[in-house]
């Protein structure tokens, strides 16, 4: 499944940026996967083998109104081809492909108390600097951490909170 969605997602990738349409589609393909998530009577009748895939399409062509052309051709094609179940992996895949053509990094700081806006966006900046990247930036509060901050960028974890650092220090009495 996953060498399909990333076919599937290459190809849309491919035609937005050829037609221009790379942010309109993005957010169409977003906009769509969330419904199919939120709606589970949706999903169902798109992903179900029991309607034909005529019927399909006259349902897609209910639901979905004012897409731009190449997003509606790519969704029948996933209807003529039975590929709509892999619509969430596609919209990985595309979203990859998205922040590595916008040079965008998720960025997302934890602390164990809310942080002032500026402290956030000062850390986003430098993080944003060092990797020469725009920066997606979200934080979060969890007091579970006990205080320090945990960032994720990208795929690596950075861990100064006081819960790691007690771990640490319990595993290393543990073994000495």
């Not at 949706?42 to 109104?65: H, I, Q």
């Not at 040079?103 to 700081?109: A, E």
């Not at 007091?143 to 974890?157: A, F, H, M, Q, Y």
Request: cysteine-free; hydrophobic content about 40%; aromatic content about 8%.
């Amino acid at each position: 499944m996953e060498e399909i969605a990333q076919v599937y997602s290459r190809a849309l990738f491919e035609v937005a940026v050829e037609q221009e349409a790379l942010d309109e589609i993005h957010e169409q393909l977003g906009a769509f996967a969330d419904a199919m998530n939120d709606n589970r009577q949706l999903a169902t009748f798109f992903f179900s083998p029991y309607f034909s895939t005529e019927e399909k399409k006259e349902g897609l062509e209910r639901a979905v109104t004012d897409a731009h052309p190449a997003f509606e051709n790519f969704l029948q094609a996933l209807i003529e081809r039975h590929r709509m179940p892999a619509i969430f992996r596609i919209r990985t895949e595309f979203q990859t492909l998205f922040d590595e053509e916008k040079k965008l990094l998720p960025v997302q700081i934890i602390s164990a108390i809310e942080l002032d806006h500026d402290t956030v966006e000062s850390l986003g900046r430098r993080i944003g600097e060092q990797v020469d990247r725009e920066i997606e930036l979200s934080s979060e509060v969890d007091p579970d951490i006990l205080g320090g901050v945990v960032l994720r960028v990208g795929n690596v974890i950075l861990d100064s909170s006081i819960r790691n650092r007690l771990d640490q220090l319990r595993k290393q009495v543990a073994h000495g």
